[in-house]
């Protein structure tokens, strides 16, 4: 499914105080991607985060995704701050800039109906950013 990306300037946004003031302005760019997943050094103009922006950045990104009945693990690979909702619910919480790269999970159950998956990060150099879903059971 795709995903929408909300991007904004986020230098240094080391606390979800500084985080939620951050979204309180509009984004600096919106764009869609196929697939969210980043990985490398992020700088101007390669393509991760805000045309504009220095080498930190934030986005919200959201899909709509609908899977057969079952439970989940939804995983989240980051190195930075990172939080997942799931119709609006927080799953995974993880807010520190420049944190080791690590994979926060969440067990989802999925009805057969779409849900709507919200991912919160900020990043600060190296971009780092994998988003998926593993069925548990056959």
């Known amino acids: 499914a795709p995903w929408r990306l909300d991007l ?4 240094q946004v ?6 939620a003031s951050t979204l309180a302005a509009p984004p600096v760019e919106r764009r869609q991607v196929s697939a969210l997943a980043l990985a490398g050094w992020w700088g101007p103009g390669n393509g991760f985060g805000p045309v504009n922006a220095e080498y930190s950045f934030g986005l919200v990104a959201t899909t709509e995704v609908a899977l057969p009945p079952g439970e989940y693990r939804l995983l989240v690979t980051a190195d930075d701050g990172i939080r997942a909702f799931v119709d609006g619910e927080p799953v995974i919480e993880r807010w ?8 926060e999970s969440a067990l989802v159950e999925w009805s057969g109906t779409p849900r709507t998956i919200r991912i919160e990060y900020c990043q600060d150099g190296a971009s780092r950013l994998w988003v998926r879903a593993e069925p548990l059971g056959p």
């Open 96 to 103: 520190s800039a420049e944190r080791p790269i690590a994979t």
């Open 14 to 19: 080391r606390s979800l105080t500084e985080w």
């Open 8 to 11: 904004w300037d986020a230098y």
